[in-house]
């Protein structure tokens, strides 16, 4: 409902409220039985053992738990019909191998996103405030979230509101709504009804739940809680928002699909070839055919690639943890790496939210000031060669000024009206401080700020007698001035007037807010008795300040690093279309003054497809609500971009959520948006996010590497497993026709030691180039795009023919099956473990120090002890079908493998084949 269109008489009438007393106890309990709790909706956390089950709803972990399920019906029909102990135990413990790989991946997942879940819940603030309120005639303080609608509660400097009243009494009231609207500045509150319709910000007969006062106070009758408020709007629209693949998860479930097919291709391309050999059409020979398709096939699935996966990317997300980035899931890591576009708030976020005085004009000269925020460090530069007395002017700045800053553990913190702390600072910058004049002068009057005067005159008594001091929109200070102070004269002159104008101008155009300053000596019969109208007249000007909130230091740095990475940065936010121009220009965002700026009820007017159409060659929005910033990004992911969004205020929330990774202000920001963000930076710091980008594409690439690595000896295990079965038909040597190259655990052995350990550790590799000087990449691209596939093909025959070569010459030198599958086994592991120094780069292994990644040699040096050893030990001779060599051939499959992956490297390097 409209409240601030209703007279406040008409609302205390229609919720039954007295505003000398409050409510009853016994209306408070119909109020809150009929409107609800002062709570906002929640999303309710999903209980753990359902966060572990979602670990088993990927695809590839489907096939393998299916996997899991045919190797024990396997192993049953072995053990109970055939009497075929032996395939029986290979089926049992290829099912169990299989199924500790499904639960040590689902472990991985559950305890990365139960970490994020605590870590994020320890950045939220216990939400026990408490407010005071009417109720049976005493006014009382009560926890927030006992607020009821109609209650009459009271506001005051520092306050929260803390549900959404209408203002029935305000004196000086300013109240500062920078997480509903995005401006820093205060506004003046009202009692007046409204009749116009009008957006929140301007709203000025009203207060909002989350709000700060910062000036005054105020008496109001709460119209809303809980979801009712604004706040709870907000909350609901996040929530109408779904859930969102990754392009990783895309990618991967593509993957996962033809990887399906061609498992299912070869189950019945064994069957049948099976079948034909076996020579009948029987239960049994079926029974025995079809168990031995799906071992095999089974065995050429990449196992390992969901455990893999997530390593890799808890590995990203600790890192991005040192640089203080939270991740909250997985999948986010990489979709950093694909960013194209940074839609990012202002307020806040590329600004500091501390309003600052930069430069000021005083009894005519002109002076910059460095250091911004809150802290009163830096220094005041003049910028002209003749410096003048600025006491007159900061003087009247720190006396007629109510704002204070306070040291708090090494942090300043400001109370009161953040143009007033600005002015505060500015005086202490310069050793001028309110505390220490007042040693020397009284206030003796205080003629407090009013919306109508647009003025603040303070009258002080001091030993040379009374004098004003008044602040003040410039314009109308000038318009109650005699002259202006220059060089330390008066000077009443209409040119003094016009440069002075010229000035404040000048500071408007730099998107700086301009407040004036202008004293008055009085005498003692007009300080004790004249009016405000009296006193505020013939004033002098001794200046004009110029207040901006400053963009955070390290963010023009980080932006052009962005732009360098051909990463666009929008800027979107509620303030003003010239502080948001100038901001943005200032930043780098912009390299034009007059870049075009797309203002809220421009985008009122717009359909979807006009956006559309200007959405690329827009970088910055003024005005806007929660409802454009969501529009915006969905029409640049329209355009096929992979948007992220960054904010601290809880109207950033539903764009954060529907934008393809949320990223949220861990200090500043407010819980809502915490709970919609993707990454958190704990530190504030939008630098973080130029390092999340960068380390999101390293993650990718080292993805992309194991993924080569990966699929390459699956490649090589299925080609040889099928030239055995069409090639090796019959007896040679010692070795049987229906032998197969590999085993069924030999393979899986491969998949998830001598291949998976060593994938693990390419999660470590620095980024092979500078790929901050890199167009992102398609979010539509395959992760095996530009020549993957093809590499992949070419190396993993060449490594599948050298494995069935080597089985096939042990067999034509009279070893015995198990040694013929036993070196075919370690020149496939050793092969794959030279192919790793290959497969981490996407050019040649010369190009990359094999010693760059000390992680990755001691997985290799594992690998390769580990598998020796199950050629030697008599437990997995047993259960793997491995059997012991001797030296020479040990010293053969270790390094006549590594030939085929230094042949074609080298062919790479010298003819620059792309497909190779």
């Not at 019909?81 to 089926?91: F, L, R, S, T, Y």
Request: proline share 3%; with cysteine; net charge negative.
């Amino acid at each position: 409902m409209l409240h601030y269109k209703k007279e406040k008489e008409l609302i205390l009438e229609e919720f039954s409220v007295d505003p000398n007393t409050g409510l009853s106890p016994k209306q408070v309990i119909n109020q809150r039985e009929v409107y609800g709790e002062n709570k906002l909706p929640e999303e309710a956390e999903d209980p753990y053992w359902k966060v572990f089950l979602k670990n088993f709803k990927e695809p590839i972990v489907i096939v393998l738990l299916g996997a899991v399920v045919l190797s024990f019906l396997s192993s049953y029909y072995a053990f109970q019909i055939q009497n075929d102990p032996k395939h029986g135990v290979e089926a049992l413990y290829e099912a169990i191998a299989i199924l500790i790989l499904i639960l040590i991946n689902a472990c991985l997942g559950f305890w990365q996103e139960i970490s994020a879940r605590k870590s994020l819940n320890a950045l939220k603030e216990m939400n026990n405030r408490q407010t005071t309120v009417l109720r049976d005639g005493q006014w009382q303080k009560i926890v927030a979230t006992e607020l009821v609608v109609g209650d009459i509660v009271r506001a005051q400097v520092g306050d929260f509101v803390e549900a959404d009243v209408r203002w029935i009494e305000a004196n000086e009231l300013q109240v500062i709504e920078s997480h509903l609207t995005g401006e820093a500045d205060a506004i003046q509150k009202t009692t007046e009804v409204i009749t116009e319709t009008v957006e929140v910000g301007d709203r000025i007969n009203m207060g909002f739940s989350g709000s700060t006062v910062s000036n005054g106070q105020g008496i109001g009758v709460v119209v809303g809680v809980g979801k009712d408020t604004e706040l709870g709007n907000i909350a609901q629209l996040i929530q109408s928002v779904g859930s969102k693949k990754s392009p990783l998860q895309n990618t991967v479930s593509q993957l996962t699909k033809t990887l399906m097919l061609i498992s299912g291709g070869i189950v019945v391309l064994t069957f049948i070839v099976g079948i034909i050999r076996a020579g009948e059409f029987s239960i049994d020979s079926i029974t025995s055919v079809l168990s031995t398709s799906i071992a095999l096939a089974v065995a050429s699935i990449p196992d390992a690639l969901p455990a893999v996966l997530s390593i890799v990317l808890t590995i990203g997300a600790a890192k991005m943890a040192k640089n203080k980035g939270l991740i909250k899931s997985l999948t986010s890591v990489e979709t950093l790496g694909g960013t194209s576009y940074i839609c990012s708030d202002k307020t806040g976020t590329l600004t500091k939210n501390e309003m600052t005085v930069v430069k000021f004009t005083a009894n005519g000269t002109s002076y910059d000031v460095t250091g911004l925020g809150y802290a009163p460090k830096g220094s005041i530069k003049v910028l002209s060669d003749q410096k003048t007395n600025a006491q007159p002017f900061l003087y009247g700045a720190v006396l007629c000024n109510e704002a204070t800053v306070k040291e708090v553990d090494g942090d300043y913190k400001p109370f009161g009206n953040p143009t007033e702390v600005a002015l505060t600072v500015l005086g202490q910058k310069a050793n001028v401080r309110k505390n220490d004049l007042l040693e020397n002068e009284t206030i003796i009057r205080t003629l407090p700020f009013t919306s109508d005067r647009k003025m603040m005159s303070v009258v002080i008594q001091n030993q040379d007698g009374y004098m004003l001091y008044t602040k003040g929109a410039p314009d109308v200070v000038l318009n109650q001035s005699q002259g202006v102070l220059v060089a330390d004269k008066i000077d009443t002159r209409d040119h003094a007037k016009q440069q002075f104008n010229q000035t404040v101008e000048e500071y408007a155009e730099k998107a700086l807010r301009t407040l004036a300053v202008a004293y008055r000596p009085l005498t003692k019969e007009q300080a004790m008795e004249a009016s405000v109208e009296e006193l505020e007249q013939e004033l002098i000007l001794t200046g004009v300040a110029g207040i901006i909130d400053p963009a955070r230091e390290e963010v023009k740095e980080s932006i052009k690093v962005l732009h360098e990475a051909n990463v666009e940065v929008v800027m979107i936010t509620g303030d003003h279309e010239k502080t948001a121009r100038a901001i943005a220009y200032e930043l780098g965002i912009v390299n034009d003054k007059q870049a075009p700026v797309i203002k809220g009820v421009e985008l009122e007017e717009m359909t979807d497809d006009e956006l559309f159409e200007k959405v690329k060659t827009t970088n910055v929005y003024a005005r806007v609500s929660p409802e454009h910033k969501q529009r915006i990004v969905k029409q640049l992911q329209a355009h096929g971009e992979v948007v992220a969004m960054t904010g601290d205020g809880v109207n950033d929330a539903p764009a954060l959520r529907v934008a393809d990774i949320g990223i949220a202000m861990g200090i500043a920001g407010t819980e809502v948006t915490k709970d919609s963000a993707d990454l958190i930076l704990l530190d504030d710091k939008f630098t973080t996010i130029e390092k999340s980008v960068q380390s999101g594409r390293t993650i990718y690439g080292n993805i992309k590497n194991f993924m080569r690595h990966e699929l390459t000896t699956n490649v090589a295990e299925v080609l040889s497993l099928l030239i055995g079965l069409f090639f090796f038909t019959h007896t040679i040597g010692n070795v049987p026709g229906s032998t197969p190259v590999l085993t069924a655990l030999m393979v899986l052995w491969v998949n998830m030691v001598s291949d998976a350990v060593p994938s693990f550790s390419l999660g470590y590799d620095v980024a092979e180039s500078d790929i901050m000087k890199e167009q992102p990449r398609d979010p539509k691209e395959s992760v095996l795009a530009n020549y993957t596939w093809s590499r992949v093909l070419i190396r993993g025959t060449v490594m599948g023919l050298v494995v069935f070569a080597a089985f096939y010459l042990a067999a034509k030198a009279g070893m015995s099956s198990n040694e013929a599958q036993t070196v075919a086994f370690l020149t496939l592991v050793y092969g794959q473990l030279w192919h790793v120094f290959d497969a981490r780069s996407s050019k040649t292994l010369f190009r990359r120090n094999p010693f760059g990644n000390p992680r990755l040699l001691l997985a290799v040096g594992f690998a390769a002890i580990s598998s020796f050893l199950v050629t030697i030990i008599p437990f997995f001779n047993t259960v793997m079908g491995t059997a012991p060599l001797t030296l020479p051939i040990y010293m053969m499959v270790i390094f006549i493998p590594a030939l085929p992956t230094f042949v074609l490297s080298g062919i790479k390097e010298v003819f620059g084949i792309k497909i190779w």
